[in-house]
C-alpha cells in the first residue's frame, strides 16, 4: 500500500537536512521550526498513529514496549487495562480518553511505534533517507516513541535523555506542548545529576534557560544531554525520531554484548547453563577450554582474534540497520497472520521485494548470512543463492517455478518453501496468490 502523503511529502529534502544540520551545529542545539507538516499531513499521520494504539491495545504481544499513567500513576497491566477500556473501533483516542477519564490525567508513552505499521515506517524512511544518504546512519539506528496525553508535567521529572542521542519531535495536536530546558550552568547550580530526582521542583522550574511552545504541524528538536522537562496540559500527540549516535563506551559495550551472544550456544545459557568449573591452580587453563567449549565453531573459528571478532560483529550490525533503511527496531511480526497467507503459497505464486529495502549478505564458512529487515539469517551456502537474491534486490518479480528452475533446480519444494518463508516472516518480500497480491501491512 502506498499512500498520496507518501508521494507529496516535500519538507524533509536534502537541502532542508543541510540547512537543519547547520541551524542546530550539527545536532548540538535545540531548535523550534514552526510548520513543518502540512495540514493534510498531519491529519494521516494521526490517523497511522491512532490505529498502531488501537493494534497495541488490542494485543498483549505488542505492548513489550508501553507505558501508561493515569492520574500520576504508572499502570503495569496495560492488558487488562485496555481490556477494562477498550478504544472503539471508530473512536478517536481523544474521544476515547474523555469518555473513559473525563478530567484525569493521561500519558502513554510507546517506544518502536512505527514496527507496529507498516506505511508509518515507510513514511518515516522517506523523511530520514535524503539524510543517511548524505550523512550515513546513525551508528545505533534511528528509533520512535509516540508520545499522547494531556499528562501535565512529563511524569519522568526533570531528566536527561541519552548523551549523544538527538530527538526530533513531530508535534500532531490538537493541544499545545510547553518544553523547558536547562543548560550545564543552571543545571549544576542545582546539582543535577542524571537520574536523580530534583529536590525543589518549583524553585528549579522557575529558574529555566529556554522555553518553547509547539502547536500542531510543529517540529522540536534537542540533544540528548539537554537536561529537561515537558508540560502538556491539553491532549496532543507527539512523534518523536531519535537519532542514536552513542559514545564509543556505550556502543563498544553493546558490541561486547552481542560478541557474547554470537559465540556460546544455548547449552551456556538460562536454565541448561553449565556451571564454569573453578580455577584448580594444578590446571589453570581448564575454566578457560572449559569456556572455550561453548564457541559455536561453525560461527567463529577459535582462532578468530577478537579484533577479527568484533569487526564481524560490527559488520552484522551495520547490515542489519542498512537493510532495515536505519530504523534499529525490526518489524513486530504477527507469524501466525503470515503463515495463514504463505500456506496458500505454489510453483505459480509470485514473490516480489518489499520496497523500499535491500536484503544484504555475506557468506563465511560453507554458510549465507542475510539480513532482512534488521534480521540476520543463517542459512547453508548454495551456488546460485547470491544470483537469487540479486534478482530480488532489482525487484524482478519472480514465480516460484523459475526460482526453483534458474537457482535451486537441485532442492526440493519444500526447502524452497521454507527458505522462502524465512524471508517473507520478516518482510522481506511479498506474495501474490493467482493475481492477488498480498500486503504485509501489520
Known sequence: MESNILKNTETFTRAWWNKFLSDTKKFSTHKLEKQVLSNSEVSHLKVLVENVIK???????????????????????????????????????????????????????????????????????????????????????????????????????????????????LHLGPGDKDIYIWNKEKSDKYNYKHGSKVGNFNEFINDYSSKSTFTEGDMFSMAGENVHIGNTSEFSIGLVLEMNRPIGKNFFKKMWYNLGNELFDKNFEGNKAKIIPPYDKNNPEKSFKYLMKGIKHYNFDTNYSIKDALSIIFLDHKYKLASNKGLSKT?????????????????????????????????????????????????????????????????KILKVIEIKNNFFYDWDNTAIFKLLFTIYKHKGIKIQHQEIAISNIN
Open 331 to 395: 518489524p513486530f511480526i504477527d507469524i501466525e497472520r503470515l503463515k495463514d497467507i504463505f500456506d496458500k503459497i505454489n510453483l505459480e505464486t509470485s514473490i516480489q521485494l518489499y520496497n523500499p529495502y535491500k536484503i544484504f549478505y555475506y557468506k563465511r564458512d560453507n554458510f549465507t548470512f542475510l539480513f532482512v529487515r534488521g534480521v540476520k539469517i543463517k542459512i547453508q551456502d548454495s551456488p546460485y543463492l547470491f544470483s537469487f537474491i540479486n534478482q530480488i534486490n532489482d525487484n
Open 55 to 169: 493494534k497495541v491495545s488490542k494485543d498483549k504481544k505488542r505492548q513489550d514496549y508501553l507505558r501508561i499513567w493515569n492520574d500520576g500513576k504508572y499502570n503495569k497491566d496495560h492488558f487488562n487495562f485496555f481490556q477494562e477500556n477498550p478504544i472503539g473501533e471508530n473512536e478517536s483516542i481523544l474521544d476515547w480518553k474523555n469518555k473513559v477519564f473525563g478530567e484525569i490525567k493521561f500519558g502513554m508513552f510507546l517506544n518502536f511505534a512505527n514496527t507496529h505499521c507498516e506505511e508509518l515506517t515507510e513514511l518515516l524512511i522517506q523523511y530520514i533517507t535524503p539524510y543517511t544518504q548524505q550523512f550515513g546512519i546513525p551508528i545505533n539506528g534511528i528509533s520512535t516513541t509516540l508520545i499522547l496525553g494531556d499528562y501535565g508535567w512529563t511524569p519522568l521529572g526533570i531528566h536527561r535523555d541519552v548523551l549523544g542521542e538527538y530527538i526530533i519531535h
